[in-house]
T-cell receptor, first 114, second 114 residues
């Protein structure tokens, strides 16, 4: 069965510090991978998605970036965090090879920028 | 107008009640419809998945899709305190640039009290 991992689970970082969040998927190959941010009362915001190694599409952010160095690894980074980067970061995967589009989420990373 | 509208609640019901959760949408290209359950400080978990119009039942949960009205519902029968969570609807199109991307409602917060 497939499993998705995220770490760290919680993180408190000062403004201006760098960020690296990691997501890995087990039990599937060549998944689509997604990064979301969930802020209180604002729903899920899609940040990045990837359909393969080195293929990243950006939806919104200016100071965040994503990379996919391996098939089942997805990394979210920032060089300098802003207060507005605080939130709950979720990684998700989907395997829409047979016309199914459901996504499966990881446990999330709660980031507080102080 | 947002692509997916969902009443955020909160919704509070006694144990044993029938719960009705709803979403409306504007994009007629949506064909795949999902409901996720998210417990506090956890990642969303897929609860129900339906394609096109009709009903789908899984235990105490029933998902309904009315494409003519662009309206989807999730019914929970014999609700339990363990059903207390935020429920998010999500949907996806089968064509065009939105292929594979999920569009989420903001979520409805449900509390079932004993």
């Amino acid at each position: 069965s497939q499993t998705i991992h995220q770490w760290p689970a919680t993180l408190v970082q000062p403004v201006g510090s760098p960020l690296s969040l990691e997501c890995t998927v087990e039990g599937t190959s060549n998944p689509n991978l997604y990064w979301y941010r969930q802020a209180a009362g604002r729903g899920l915001q899609l940040l990045f998605y990837s359909v393969g190694i080195g293929q990243i599409s950006s939806e919104v952010p200016q100071n965040l970036s994503a990379s996919r160095p391996q098939d089942r690894q997805f990394i979210l980074s920032s060089k300098k965090l802003l207060l507005s980067d605080s939130g709950f970061y979720l990684c998700a995967w989907s395997g829409d090879r047979s016309g199914r589009y459901e996504q499966y989420f990881g446990p999330g990373t709660r980031l507080t920028v102080t | 107008q947002k692509e997916v509208e969902q009443d955020p609640g909160p919704l509070s019901v006694p144990e044993g009640a029938i719960v009705s959760l709803n979403c409306t949408y504007s994009n007629s290209a949506f064909q795949y419809f999902m409901w996720y359950r998210q417990y506090s400080r956890k990642g969303p978990e897929l609860l129900m998945y339906t394609y096109s119009s009709g009903n789908k039942e899984d235990g105490r949960f029933t998902a309904q899709v009315d494409k003519s009205s662009k309206y989807i519902s999730l019914f929970i029968r014999d609700s339990q305190p363990s059903d207390s969570a935020t429920y998010l609807c999500a949907m996806s199109a089968t064509r065009g640039s939105t292929l594979g991307r999920l569009y989420f409602g903001r979520g409805t917060q449900l509390t079932v009290w004993p």
